[in-house]
């Protein structure tokens, strides 16, 4: 009992206030974070919230030892000079940077959920390190959001009065051998806690606790997002890679129900040229054409020429996007390349040989171009639009008229589009794919229009009807071209984005997008209404048939077009979990298992029918599913994308 006399009691307890001062403004930072975007992430009910915040408190946890590791180590070090004033104010100091900078992560999501729908990971460096105006981008949010920076500078002011209320008294240890051990065994002790906190617990056989674990404790698989912290997922995604072959399935059944490669048999003698619309936070909510089924409540358009052209066009009101962040809609639409929890395009496996509509139309002779009015390299498009193969790329540079840069990302989209119009068809047949950029956060148009396009009921609808302007003078000019009448033009969103209509705040709507296939040439027969169940990864193989391309195409989309009709697997991802509709079902995949299973019809995912429903399709279907992410990670790994 001797050496209990040298415990460290009022500097222990101190450490186990300050730490615990942690998990208390983690929950609040929860609660702010549901209070912002409680029109995304339901909760019915007090206590539904609390059983929430609860099973956050492990995420909380190894959120917080992350962060503290450094801090509590120090704390308990033996080193006598501990409670001296120096000291504890290197601990202050120490403590407040490392959780001030963690803090901020979830203030950010306050704003960013709305925009991405997931927490916050290490995939924002991917898109950081392509960006030159990241810094001005923040200082504007900030400018837009001054609440989120109120909230935390009062939160972090009560943090420090709250941490000082404790005070460590400087005593010198009495006795240096009590002192020592018993700081050893705290330490080792400490330690084990520590461990066990950062896995989730202290069981050997079971992995550490990740991102996915969060939906085990929920009825919604969106309530997850409340789950989690930012903290967590920022750096549970650090160095991370998710990419490994795994076994479900033989290739046999691959080949029966994944049907990685088909086989379209179309004659085409004056191949047609393609333009594809990739327009930038295109949701299916903004734009009426998609929605006249919907029976949305005072609904509003903010696309009218768009609706227009969809009413000469083919159109599919019920497709989905299959990734989250504009990369991975290029990947998505260009390739056919879903983006699942680790995105493809930010993978080591990106850089390698991949049939595309790219490639399909370089076989063919086409002339391969790609428009995008940001500063070249942004976003990751040139890099990833050479390793496709696209023969000429026509950036800011190119354009070169600065006075028409927006001052954030690009190119206004109105000029911008005049100069693609005039720029191709110098040579024919050819494909161009323009990028549009001005319905990007934050959501301005140039000054000219101020006042002439509605304000509408969210900051997207503004820039989202200027875009749609846009389009409207861009197909002016263009019918004017030689090539315009033998060209398919091709319209779709890369992701989605603001939400203000019910309908759209529904899980599987975060990804629904509109898919438009226009032509002035009746030969191609693209006009009507389409409810099939349609993705971005049907847009490469659609394409590839309707110019005649009749050796295999490598996709997991199908020919939205062709009387040969493959089943059809819609894939995306929410950060976490993988998620396939395939027949009457969706199906939820956390990498190793299916975790859920709902009903097509069911988009909120709301009543998991995994343990209710067990029939010949539901077990095909999870058998398919399994088989998909085989064939996926097979082919991106051993580099079989061509």
């Known amino acids: 009992m001797k050496f209990l006399k040298g415990f460290r009691k009022q500097e222990v307890l101190a450490l186990v206030y300050r730490i615990f001062l942690a998990y208390v403004f983690y929950q609040i930072a929860r609660l702010l974070f ?9 909760v019915d009910s007090i206590s539904e919230y609390i059983k929430l915040a609860f099973h956050g408190t492990a995420f909380d946890t190894t959120a917080i030892l992350y962060v503290n590791a450094l801090f509590i180590l120090l704390s308990l070090l033996p080193l006598v000079i501990n409670t001296k004033k120096v000291f504890q104010k290197i601990l202050f100091w120490l403590y407040f940077i490392t959780n001030g900078i963690a803090y901020a992560m979830n203030f950010g999501d306050f ?12 995939a924002v460096f991917q898109v950081a390190e392509h960006e030159s105006n990241v810094s001005k981008t923040l200082m504007i949010s900030i400018g837009e959001h001054p609440f989120v ?5 009062v939160l972090m002011i009560l943090w420090v009065f709250l941490y000082k209320r404790v005070k460590v008294d400087d005593v010198k240890p009495l006795k240096l051998l009590p002192y020592f051990i018993t700081s050893i065994l705290t330490l080792c002790i400490t330690a084990v806690l520590v461990v066990g906190g950062i896995r989730g617990d202290f069981k050997h056989s079971t992995r550490p606790i990740n991102m ?19 903290t967590f997922s920022f750096f549970r995604t650090l160095n991370t890679n998710n990419f490994k072959e795994v076994h479900f399935v033989d290739e046999k059944f691959i080949e029966e129900n994944v049907q990685p490669y088909k086989v379209y048999d179309r004659k085409v003698e004056n191949r047609p040229n393609i333009v594809i619309f990739i327009v930038e936070s295109f949701g299916r909510e903004y734009s009426g054409a998609f929605n006249k089924d919907k029976n949305i409540k005072d609904y509003v358009s903010y696309t009218p020429f768009m609706d227009s ?3 000469q066009s083919l159109i599919f009101p019920n497709t989905f996007a299959n990734g989250r962040q504009s990369i991975h809609g290029m990947s998505s639409v260009l390739a056919g390349i879903p983006s699942l929890t680790d995105a493809f395009t930010g993978s080591p496996y990106s850089n390698q040989k991949i049939q595309s509509i790219v490639s399909v139309c370089n076989d063919l002779g086409y002339d391969t171009s790609f428009y995008h009015g940001a500063p070249n390299g942004s976003m990751g498009f040139l890099g990833f639009g050479n390793i496709l193969g696209f023969k000429h790329y026509f950036g800011k540079t190119e354009y070169n008229h600065d006075e028409d840069f927006d001052g954030m990302w690009a190119i ?4 911008f589009l005049q100069y693609f119009a005039k720029n191709v068809g110098k040579k024919q047949p050819f494909m161009a794919t323009v990028f549009t950029a001005s319905s990007h956060h934050p959501f301005k148009i140039p000054e000219k229009y101020n006042g002439k396009f509605r304000k509408g009921k969210i900051e997207i609808h503004e820039p989202m009807q200027y875009t749609d302007y846009a389009i409207k003078q861009y197909f002016e000019t263009a019918k004017k071209q030689p090539w315009y009448n033998n060209t398919i033009f091709v319209f779709t ?13 529904r899980a599987m709507n975060r990804y629904a997008v509109p898919l438009v296939f226009y032509s002035p040439n009746p030969a191609y027969q693209l006009k009507g209404v389409s409810q099939e169940i349609a993705q971005q990864a049907d847009i490469y193989p659609t394409l590839a048939d309707l110019i005649g391309y009749n050796k295999p195409i490598r996709s997991w989309g199908r020919s939205l077009v062709s009387d040969k009709k493959y089943p059809f697997i819609v894939v995306n991802s929410d950060g976490s979990t993988d998620q ?9 995949f956390d990498g190793k298992e299916i975790i859920g299973v709902y009903a097509q019809s069911d988009l909120s995912l709301e009543k998991n029918l995994m343990n209710e429903v067990k029939n010949p399709e539901v077990e095909q279907g999870k058998k398919t599913a399994k088989a998909w992410y085989q064939d996926y990670m097979d082919r991106v790994i051993n580099r079989k994308l061509y």
């Open 493 to 505: 969103g890369d992701h989605t984005n603001q939400v203000y209509y019910p309908e759209y705040e």
């Open 149 to 153: 920076l109120i909230w935390y500078v």
């Open 309 to 311: 052209l969809a009413n």
């Open 111 to 122: 704003i960013y959920y709305k925009f991405s729908q997931a927490r916050l990971t290490s």
């Open 412 to 415: 206004w989209d109105e000029p």
């Open 580 to 588: 396939f509709m395939i027949g009457n079902y969706i199906y939820r």
């Open 34 to 42: 549901w209070y912002f975007n409680k029109d995304l992430i339901k």
């Open 212 to 230: 996915v674990d969060a939906t085990r404790f929920v009825t919604n698989p969106l309530q997850g997002n409340m789950v989690l912290n930012s």
